[in-house]
Every structure is written in structure tokens, then in C-alpha cells.
């Protein structure tokens, strides 16, 4: 198995405890309102959205792919910090065996958040994943964030 290993950082205008609560505690509600273009829903399929829980998202037709289900690892609201493992997609075409990713939030001199994820890609075997092969899925995963800050700035209340 090998692993090809991703990190990005992005910044948010939004403070940094909304910003978790928002993309970490709330994202099975506010994911699908804020990108409806891309996100058709969010379905806990087992637990409580505690570490252990797995959810299945699904995406809209067009979106590139159909499905994920992902296994919350852990999650610390003190370090505003949480980490799941993508373990079954439509993506992974026998070349992944599942995606990690750990996320980290924290303030931003200007009042808003600074968002730290690193990601694990696992390959099959001894596939070996290329970072143009991934592109598409991080420029997707960007997009859905931006999206959702979006709505967030336009909807205090929501």
C-alpha cells in the first residue's frame, strides 16, 4: 500500500468557532443548503456522530462522482480539531483503499479561521497515486468549502 500525502491550507472570514461548528458538528444540514449543486445529502448511517459514527454523503448527478462514507475518527471541539477516513466511494475505482484527513482550526489574526488539512491518499496494492490523478477531488473539496463560507456570510442565523 502506498500513500500519497496532501496538505492545504485555506482561510475563512469567519470566526473560528463557527467556522468548526459549521464544517465539522453541523456540515449533515448545512452542506446540503449552502451547496445544493453538489451535495444532494447527508445520511447518518450508523452512531451518533461520535467518533465510531459513519455517514454516507451523495452527490448530485454531474458532481464527478456519486458517493462517499466516511468514518468519524476523532473529533476534539477544545483543539478545534476532528479527523474521519473516507472508507468506501465510487471514486476509489480500485486504485484507493480510503482517504484520511486530518483537520485542524484555528484563529486568524484578522478575526477569521485558518483551516489545516492534511490528506492520505491509500492506494491498492502497489498503485502508485499521482497528485494529477487527485487534482480533481481536492479542487472539488476547495470549491465545497468556499461554498458553504458563502452561505455561512450570508446567512449569520443559519
Not at 73 to 97: G, Q, R
Request: overall charge negative; hydrophobic content about 40%.
Amino acid at each position: 500500500m502506498g500513500v500519497f500525502k496532501h496538505e492545504m491550507e485555506v482561510t475563512s472570514a469567519l470566526p473560528t468557532a463557527r467556522a468548526f461548528k459549521a464544517f465539522v458538528l453541523e456540515s449533515d444540514t448545512i452542506f446540503p443548503k449552502a451547496v445544493p449543486h453538489a451535495i444532494k445529502g447527508v445520511e447518518c448511517l450508523q452512531g451518533s456522530g461520535a467518533p465510531g459514527s459513519i455517514r454516507m454523503v451523495t452527490f448530485v448527478p454531474g458532481w464527478g462522482f456519486e458517493y462517499l462514507k466516511e468514518k468519524l475518527d476523532a473529533i476534539d471541539p477544545d483543539n478545534l480539531s476532528y479527523t474521519y477516513t473516507v472508507i468506501e466511494s465510487d471514486i476509489f475505482k480500485n486504485m484507493i483503499e480510503k482517504i484520511s484527513y486530518e483537520t485542524k482550526f484555528s484563529a486568524a489574526p484578522n478575526g477569521g479561521t485558518i483551516v489545516n488539512v492534511t490528506t492520505k491518499f491509500y492506494s491498492v496494492g502497489d498503485v502508485e497515486i499521482k497528485e494529477e490523478a487527485i487534482k480533481d477531488s481536492l479542487q472539488k473539496r476547495s470549491q465545497i468549502f468556499k461554498a458553504v463560507e458563502e452561505y455561512l456570510l450570508a446567512n449569520p442565523d443559519a
